[in-house]
C-alpha cells in the first residue's frame, strides 16, 4: 500500500524558513517523480516544485524561484522542500503526490497524473 506522509510544517515568521519532508511508504520516491503543491484559503490548488524520476530534474514555479530547493534522499525514501525566505502568501497547506504509472525523465508529471497525494502540512507565514 502506497503512503506519503507531509510533515515539517507550522508557523514561521516572513523571512524565516522551514523544511518540509514527503516520507514514502509502499513506494520506492527516488524512482518516480514527486512534486509539491499548495493550496491556499479560497485558492485554487498551486504546482509549487517537482524533482523527476530518472534524471533528477527539478521544476520550480515562479513565485518560489530562489526560495525553495526540492531534493531527494534515497536512504529515507523522503523527498524534502526547503523553503527560504518565506512570505505571508506562501501560506498554505502543503501537499506532495506521486505518479508510480511511469517513469518521468527531464520533466515532471501534470497534477491530474499524480496518482498518490499526502494528507498535508499546514504552513502559516505570519508575524
Known amino acids: 500500500q502506497v503512503q506519503l506522509v507531509e510533515s515539517g510544517g507550522g508557523l514561521v515568521q516572513p523571512g524565516g524558513s522551514l523544511r518540509l519532508s514527503c516520507a514514502g511508504s509502499?513506494?520506492?520516491?527516488?524512482?518516480?517523480?514527486v512534486g509539491w503543491f499548495r493550496q491556499a484559503p479560497g485558492k485554487e490548488r498551486e504546482g509549487v516544485s517537482c524533482?523527476?524520476?530518472?534524471?533528477?530534474?527539478?521544476r520550480y514555479a515562479d513565485s518560489v524561484k530562489g526560495r525553495f530547493t526540492i531534493s531527494r534522499d534515497y536512504a529515507r525514501n523522503t523527498v524534502y522542500l526547503q523553503m527560504n525566505s518565506l512570505k505571508p502568501e506562501d501560506t498554505a497547506v502543503y501537499y506532495c503526490?506521486?505518479?508510480?504509472?511511469?517513469?518521468?525523465?527531464?520533466?515532471?508529471?501534470?497534477?491530474?497524473?499524480?496518482?498518490?497525494w499526502g494528507q498535508g502540512t499546514q504552513v502559516t507565514v505570519s508575524s
Open positions: 509502499g513506494v520506492t520516491l527516488d524512482i518516480y517523480a
Open positions: 524533482i523527476s524520476g530518472s534524471d533528477g530534474s527539478t
Open positions: 503526490a506521486t505518479d508510480t504509472k511511469r517513469i518521468w525523465g527531464g520533466s515532471c508529471p501534470r497534477p491530474h497524473e499524480y496518482d498518490y
